[in-house]
C-alpha cells in the first residue's frame, strides 16, 4: 500500500517525468490480480492523507470503466480484471458507497454503475435486496445518501430496459419503493437541509423507476401517499433569500426537492394522465383515475407557487420551468382547462409577461459573460430548464389551441407597444418592450394566419425597425430577433425589408456581442427575400468577413448556418474570395480544437465549421484548380489534425470533407491523406468507422486511376480490407462494405491487380464457407462473398477456375462444383441493377471461354448457366428503373448494389443451418486459406 501512495502521490506531480514514470508504475500493478480491490481499500482507509484518497479514487473509477470487461479498440482486445477480482469488489462496492466521503462517493458511484451496466444482474448481485433494504433502515444522513445512489443506480440502469429484462428487478424496486415512502413522509416533517437533499435523492429514484411501468409498479393506495407527498413538496415553504444570497440561492436542497416533485406529476400526467392518449383498458383507466383526482390538485398547487412571480418574490428557475411544463400539459386537458380559463389573462400579463422580460439577471450576465448570454438565451438545448422557453411553450400552446387567448395576448402585447412608443423617453421600460416584442415574435406564425397578418407591416415599422438604434443593447438584439421571426413573410413594401437588411448588417458591428450575434443570424432569414439578396451582394465581402469573425467570437453554430446559406446562395460571386474564406474558416476549427476536451456547444461549432467547408468545397467542384488550392492550402491542414491525432469527435464530418474532395480528381494533396487515413484506421480509432472510410476508398478506386496502383496505396486499401474482414469484432456491416471495396478493385482494375485476385477470393471463399463462429449471420455478407467470387471470375476466369480446381476437397466435388452450386442456387437473391449485371457479365466471360480449357466441373454446370441467366435478365428493366430513381445517392446505389428492397437486401439465416453450405463442414479451410495464400502480398503490420 506505500508504494501505491508513492505512486498516486507522484502521479500529481507537476513534473513531467515524474507523472510519466508514474503512470507506467500504476499500469504495471494494474495487471496484477488484486490490485483493483487493493486499490479500493486505499481508497477507504481514512488513515490515508485526503488528496490521495481523492487520485485513488479517480483512478479505481477509470480502471473499472475501462477494465470492468474486455473491449475491442482498434481491433485489440483490451486488458480485463479478472474473475476473482470482480466478485471481490462486488462484496465491498456497496458498503464503500454508503461510508466513502462525499468527493469520493461521486468517483465510486460512476464505477459502481460501470459494473452493473454489464454484469447480469441476477446471477452476479445476488442478495442486493437484502442489502439496500438493511442499508435503508440507517438513521444517518451519509450512510443514507450512500444507499439512495446504489438504488438510484440501479433504477437508472433498468429504466428503459423492456419488460421481459426488468422481471427480476421490478419486484425488488417495489419493496424499495415502499420503504421510500415511509422515508419521505418522515422526512417532510423536517425542514433541515439534510433532510431536502434526501428527499430529492428520493424523488430523483422515483423519477428513473417508475417512468417506463407505472402499472406494474404501484397500487391504488401507494400511488395515493406518493401523490400526496409530491404535493407537500411542491408546496414546501421557503424563505427568501437575502440580496447578497441570491446567486447561490437556487442550488439550495429546498428547490432541488421542489423540481424533482413537479417533474415527477408533470411525466405522471404526460405519460399516463390522458385518457385519449391510451388504448389499453387497464391504462385508460389508469389515465382517468389521475384526472379526476390527482390533475386538479397538482394544478392548483402549481398556480398557488406561481404568486411569487407576480408578487416579485424569489422563485428558482428550474423550478419555475417545470411548473409551466405541467400547465402546458394541463391547458390541452378539459378537466384542467376549465380551472385555468378563469385565470388564462392574468397567466399571461402577470406571471409570462414579467417571466419573459429582460430582468436585471439577464442585464448582469449580458455585461459579465456575453457568450453565455448567447448561449442560454438562443441555445435549444437550454430549452428544458429555461423559464423563458418553458414560458412561452406555454403561451404557444395556449393561443394555438384557444383562441381567446390569443386576441387577448395580441391586444395586451399591441398596448404595451403603443403604450411604450406614447411615453417620453424618461418614462419608458424599455424591459417591458423587450418582452411584448418576444412574445410577438415567439407567436408570429400564429400571428400571419389571424385577422392581425394585415398589422405586420406597419408594426415592425412602428415599433421594432427604431430598436436596431436603441439606446438599449438587449432591444437591438430583440429588433434582429423579431425581425427574423417575420422574414419569410411576404412583404407588400419591400422597401421595409431592405431597411431591415441595413438593420441587421448596422447590428452587425455593434459593441455587444449578443447584438452582432443577432444580427448576423437574421441574415440568414432575411436573404430568402429576393430583394435582400439584391441588396446584400455588393457587400459579400465585408459580411463574410463579419460572420468568420462572430464565428471565432461567439463559438455559435448558428453562424456556421448562416454562413452555409451564403454559399449555397452566392458560391459564383465568392471565388475570388474562396481561399481567404476556407483558409480563415479552417483557422477558426485549429483554434476551436486546440485544447479540446469535447464540450458540448464547442464540438457542435466546431462540427458546423467542418460542414461549412465542405459546403464551399461542393460549391466549387467544377473547379478543379481552385479546389486544389483549397485542399492543399485549408483542407490538408484540417484533416492532418484530426487524423493524425485521432480527434474522432470530428471524423465522419472530416470523411465528408474528402468524399468531396475526391469527387472526379484526386489531387497530389488528396492522396497524402490516404497516408494519415491508413494511419488513423492503424493507430488512432479510424478502425471503429470503416464505413465512413469506404466511401471515400470508392472515390479514390473510381478517380484514382493508376496512381492507386502504386504498392503502397494499393497495399494500404487492402490492409484496411483485409483486417476489417478477418475481425472478430468489427461486424458484419461492416466487413460487407470491406467486401465491396475489395469487389470494386477486382472490376475497376481488370488485369492490373493480378497479384491481389486470388487473396480477395481467398478471403471470400474461406468466409462463405465458415462454420461456429466463423459462419455468416446475414444474407448480405453471404451474398457478398459470392459477388467478391464473381467479380474474380470478371477479372480473369481462367485464373480463378484454376485455383478453385486446385483446393483439395472431401468427396467428389471440387470448390469451383461447390461455388457454381451455391450461385445458381441463390441466382434469385442477385437482385438489383450492380447485381445482376455483374452475374450476367461473368457468366458471358464464362461462355466465352473454349471449351477444351474448362475443367470437368463447369462442363457438369453448363446446362444451369442458360435457365440462370433468363432469372438475371427478367426483372433487369424494373432494376434499371429503380437505380435511375436512386441516381441522386450515387455511392450507395453502387455498394448497395441497387437492391429493390429491404427484403432482397438481408436474408437472415440461423447459425448451422444454412441451405447453401451443406457441405462446408467437409471443406478443409487450411487448404483454402493455403491455395488462395499464394501470392497475397506481405502484411508485416497483419502478423504484428
Keep these: 500500500m506505500d508504494q501505491l501512495c508513492q505512486l498516486l502521490a507522484q502521479a500529481a506531480s507537476p513534473d513531467r517525468a515524474s507523472r510519466d514514470a508514474a503512470d507506467k508504475g500504476l499500469a504495471e500493478f494494474r495487471r496484477q490480480p488484486g490490485f483493483a480491490p487493493g486499490l479500493l481499500q486505499l481508497v477507504m482507509n481514512e488513515q490515508v492523507p485526503p488528496e490521495l484518497r481523492q487520485l485513488g479514487a479517480i483512478y479505481f473509477k477509470n480502471i473499472v470503466f475501462k477494465h470492468w470487461d474486455a473491449r475491442v479498440i482498434g481491433g485489440k482486445r483490451t486488458y480485463e480484471i479478472t474473475e476473482a477480482d470482480k466478485a471481490a469488489l462486488r462484496g465491498v462496492i456497496i458498503d464503500a458507497l454508503v461510508f466513502a466521503p462525499e468527493l469520493i462517493r461521486t468517483q465510486l458511484a460512476v464505477a459502481f454503475q460501470a459494473m452493473i451496466d454489464t454484469d447480469n444482474f441476477v446471477a452476479e448481485w445476488p442478495g442486493i435486496a437484502q442489502r439496500v433494504a438493511a442499508g435503508l433502515t440507517a438513521t444517518e444522513e451519509r450512510p443514507l445518501s450512500g444507499i439512495l445512489i446504489v438504488i438510484y443506480t440501479f433504477a437508472?440502469?433498468?429504466?428503459?430496459?423492456?419488460?421481459?429484462?426488468?422481471g427480476h428487478f421490478d419486484p425488488i424496486l417495489k419493496s424499495w419503493l415502499v420503504s421510500l415512502l415511509g422515508m419521505m413522509q418522515h422526512l417532510l416533517t423536517m425542514p433541515a437541509p439534510e433532510s431536502l437533499l434526501l428527499q430529492a435523492s428520493i424523488l430523483k429514484i422515483f423519477y428513473r423507476a417508475v417512468g417506463p411501468t407505472l402499472t406494474d409498479l404501484l397500487e391504488g393506495e401507494?400511488?395515493?401517499?406518493?401523490?400526496?407527498?409530491?404535493?407537500?413538496?411542491?408546496?414546501?415553504?421557503?424563505?427568501?433569500?437575502a440580496d447578497d444570497d441570491r446567486d447561490s440561492w437556487p442550488d439550495r436542497p429546498v428547490?432541488?426537492?421542489?423540481?424533482?416533485?413537479v417533474c415527477i406529476v408533470s411525466q405522471l400526467f404526460e405519460k399516463y394522465g390522458i385518457p385519449a392518449n391510451e388504448d389499453h383498458p387497464e391504462m385508460k383507466a389508469i389515465a382517468s383515475y389521475f384526472q379526476a383526482t390527482w390533475s386538479v390538485p397538482c394544478l392548483e398547487a402549481m398556480m398557488s407557487q406561481l404568486q411569487a412571480v407576480a408578487t416579485g418574490e424569489y422563485i428558482a428557475p428550474q423550478f419555475l420551468a417545470q411548473i409551466f411544463t405541467y400547465i402546458r400539459i394541463a391547458s390541452t386537458q378539459s378537466v384542467t382547462w376549465k380551472h385555468i380559463r378563469p385565470v388564462a389573462q392574468q397567466l399571461v400579463t402577470g406571471i409570462i409577461f414579467p417571466t419573459v422580460c429582460h430582468s436585471q439577471a439577464d442585464d448582469q450576465l449580458w455585461t459579465e459573460d456575453p457568450y453565455e448570454y448567447i448561449r442560454l438565451k438562443y441555445d435549444v438545448e437550454e430549452d428544458a430548464s429555461c423559464p423563458n422557453t418553458c414560458a412561452l411553450s406555454l403561451l404557444y400552446e395556449l393561443c394555438e389551441k384557444r383562441k381567446t387567448v390569443f386576441s387577448t395576448t395580441m391586444e395586451f402585447c399591441y398596448h404595451v407597444l403603443q403604450q411604450q412608443a406614447a411615453a417620453p423617453p424618461e418614462a419608458r421600460n424599455p424591459r417591458m418592450k423587450d418582452g411584448a416584442l418576444y412574445i410577438v415574435g415567439e407567436i408570429g406564425d400564429l400571428l400571419l394566419k389571424t385577422k392581425y397578418k394585415t398589422t405586420v407591416e406597419d408594426m415592425l415599422a412602428t415599433f421594432v425597425f427604431p430598436e436596431f438604434q436603441s439606446p438599449h443593447g438587449f432591444l437591438r438584439a430583440r429588433a434582429c430577433r423579431t425581425m427574423h421571426r417575420f422574414a419569410q413573410k411576404r412583404f407588400k413594401n419591400q422597401e421595409l425589408v431592405v431597411a431591415a437588411l441595413h438593420g441587421c448588417l448596422a447590428c452587425m458591428q455593434d459593441v455587444d456581442l449578443p447584438v452582432r450575434h443577432e444580427g448576423g443570424v437574421a441574415l440568414r432569414y432575411l436573404m430568402m427575400q429576393p430583394i435582400a439578396?439584391?441588396?446584400?451582394?455588393?457587400?459579400?465581402?465585408?459580411?463574410?468577413?463579419?460572420l468568420l469573425r462572430l464565428l471565432?467570437?461567439?463559438?455559435?453554430?448558428?453562424?456556421?448556418?448562416?454562413?452555409?446559406k451564403l454559399i449555397e446562395i452566392f458560391g459564383e460571386q465568392l471565388v475570388p474570395y474562396s481561399a481567404q474564406l476556407c483558409q480563415q474558416m479552417a483557422a477558426a476549427f485549429l483554434t476551436m480544437i486546440d485544447g479540446f476536451s469535447g464540450e458540448g456547444d464547442r464540438a457542435m461549432t466546431a462540427m458546423g465549421i467542418l460542414e461549412t467547408i465542405d459546403t464551399l468545397l461542393d460549391t466549387f467542384h467544377k473547379r478543379p484548380d481552385l479546389r486544389e488550392t483549397l485542399e492543399a492550402q485549408s483542407v490538408l491542414p484540417v484533416v492532418t489534425?484530426?487524423?493524425?491525432?485521432?480527434?474522432?469527435?470530428?471524423?465522419e464530418d472530416i470523411m465528408e470533407i474528402i468524399v468531396s474532395c475526391t469527387f472526379g480528381h484526386i489531387s497530389n494533396t488528396m492522396w497524402e491523406v490516404l497516408n494519415l487515413i491508413h494511419h488513423c484506421f492503424t493507430n488512432e480509432g479510424g478502425f471503429d468507422?470503416?464505413?465512413?472510410?469506404?466511401?471515400v476508398l470508392y472515390h479514390y478506386i473510381r478517380f484514382g486511376g493508376d496512381a492507386l496502383l502504386l504498392h503502397t496505396r494499393i497495399q494500404m486499401v487492402f490492409d484496411m480490407c483485409k483486417k476489417i474482414w478477418e475481425s472478430d469484432s468489427a461486424g458484419e456491416d461492416a466487413q460487407w462494405y470491406a467486401g465491396k471495396i475489395m469487389e470494386l478493385l477486382l472490376l475497376y482494375y481488370p488485369g492490373k491487380i493480378d497479384e491481389y485476385q486470388n487473396a480477395f477470393v481467398g478471403l471470400a471463399i474461406t468466409r462463405l464457407l465458415g462454420e461456429g463462429p466463423q459462419a455468416i449471420k446475414t444474407g448480405s455478407l453471404r451474398l457478398m462473398c459470392r459477388n467478391i467470387v464473381i467479380a474474380a471470375l470478371f477479372y480473369d476466369p481462367m485464373k480463378l477456375l484454376t485455383t478453385l480446381e486446385s483446393v483439395a476437397t472431401p468427396g467428389d466435388e471440387t470448390l469451383t462444383t461447390k461455388f457454381l452450386a451455391l450461385w445458381f442456387m441463390h441466382i434469385d437473391q442477385h437482385t438489383g441493377l450492380h447485381n445482376r449485371k455483374l452475374s450476367i457479365d461473368a457468366l458471358c466471360r464464362l461462355l466465352s471461354l473454349p471449351a477444351n480449357q474448362l475443367p470437368p466441373s463447369v462442363l457438369q454446370a453448363w446446362t444451369y448457366i442458360l435457365p440462370a441467366m433468363l432469372k438475371l435478365f427478367s426483372r433487369l428493366h424494373q432494376a434499371y428503373e429503380t437505380a435511375r430513381q436512386d441516381e441522386n445517392d450515387e455511392f450507395d446505389v453502387m455498394v448497395t448494389g441497387g437492391f429493390e428492397d429491404d427484403d432482397d437486401a438481408e436474408f437472415d439465416y440461423e447459425l448451422g443451418t444454412m441451405d447453401d453450405d451443406d457441405n462446408a463442414d467437409d471443406t478443409d479451410m487450411l487448404a483454402v486459406a493455403k491455395a488462395f495464400g499464394e501470392g497475397v502480398p506481405d502484411d508485416d503490420d497483419d502478423d504484428d
Design 156 to 166: 437508472n440502469l433498468f429504466e428503459f430496459k423492456a419488460p421481459s429484462e426488468r
Design 689 to 695: 468507422f470503416f464505413q465512413e472510410i469506404a466511401a
Design 255 to 261: 428547490w432541488a426537492a421542489k423540481k424533482w416533485a
Design 222 to 241: 401507494l400511488f395515493g401517499q406518493w401523490m400526496q407527498s409530491f404535493l407537500a413538496c411542491i408546496t414546501l415553504p421557503v424563505a427568501q433569500p
Design 552 to 564: 471565432s467570437e461567439a463559438e455559435s453554430d448558428d453562424i456556421n448556418l448562416v454562413l452555409q
Design 641 to 651: 489534425v484530426v487524423l493524425r491525432d485521432g480527434s474522432l469527435d470530428f471524423f
Design 533 to 546: 439578396r439584391t441588396a446584400l451582394e455588393p457587400a459579400l465581402p465585408a459580411v463574410m468577413e463579419g
